[in-house]
């Protein structure tokens, strides 16, 4: 399974940026998606996830900000990120697995991460 990550760049406060991580070598429609962070000197967290049927859900620190859907057409899953802080800097990763379990604990497969800066 290969997992590749895309959409990071820096943005001002109060931006938005749109991720996008496209799956490939598995059955994408039957996998469930996560994204994580890892902000500077800090450990690796996670932001959403998205079951293979579109159940949500997400880190209290982006609720309201962030929404993670996907596209089974595609392969793709997305994480559109408004109202950015700088406190969601930091390098996203897309991680994948058919299990839920496994992908909010942080096993699975990983992409290699895209980076998010946001300046204050």
């Known amino acids: 399974v290969q997992l590749q990550a895309s959409g990071g760049g820096l943005v001002q406060a109060g931006g938005s940026l749109n991720l996008s991580c496209i799956v490939s070598?598995?059955?994408?429609?039957?996998?469930?998606m996560g994204w994580w962070r890892q902000p500077p000197g800090n450990q690796r967290e996670l932001v959403a996830a998205?079951?293979?049927?579109?159940?949500?859900r997400y880190a209290d620190s982006v609720k309201g900000r962030f929404t993670v859907s996907r596209d089974n057409a595609k392969n793709t899953v997305y994480l559109e990120m408004n109202s950015l802080t700088p406190e969601d800097t930091g390098t996203y990763y897309c991680?994948?697995?058919?299990?839920?379990?496994?992908?909010?604990?942080?096993?699975?497969?990983w992409g290699q991460g895209t980076q998010v800066t946001v300046s204050s």
């Open positions: 070598g598995s059955d994408f429609s039957r996998n469930q």
């Open positions: 998205i079951t293979y049927d579109d159940t949500t």
């Open positions: 991680n994948t697995d058919w299990s839920l379990l496994a992908v909010v604990t942080g096993k699975g497969s």
